[in-house]
């Protein structure tokens, strides 16, 4: 089991930065993959980007490819999601999730069994 704490968001203008951090607890944290999504008003919850548990491979959606980068410090047990040239269309809670697997990187939420309480994004324009 793990538990999942996000930090870093807040509030930046278009064309800005954040880096987003997700601590994990637990001492099995390298055999997770790990995702990051993200939920506006009343939209659904969509994937943003991914990273399998030994940290060799990403995926990302395409509206933040280019822009955002996943990574994890396994030895910290934690992720990060840097966030570059933000829109005001990336405003969003940002969660982070977790899966017990290493199997290529399911963008769907329901694969994955973990969930941090969420970090609120907003860009201004």
């Known amino acids: 089991q793990v538990q999942l704490v996000e930090s870093g968001g807040g509030l930046v203008h278009a064309g800005g930065s954040l880096r987003l951090s997700c601590a994990a607890s637990?001492?099995?944290?390298?055999?997770?993959?790990m995702g990051w999504f993200r939920q506006a008003p009343g939209k659904e919850r969509e994937f943003v980007a991914g990273i399998r548990a030994s940290g060799g491979s990403t995926y990302y959606a395409d509206s933040v490819k280019g822009r955002f980068t996943i990574s994890r410090d396994n030895a910290k047990n934690t992720v990060y999601l840097q966030m570059n040239s933000l829109k005001p269309e990336d405003t969003a809670v940002y969660f982070c999730?977790?899966?017990?697997?290493?199997?290529?990187?399911?963008?769907?939420?329901?694969?994955?069994?973990?969930w941090g309480q969420g970090t609120q994004v907003t860009v201004s324009a």
């Open positions: 999730a977790a899966r017990y697997a290493n199997n290529p990187i399911p963008v769907g939420p329901e694969n994955y069994g973990y």
């Open positions: 637990g001492r099995t944290f390298s055999t997770y993959t």
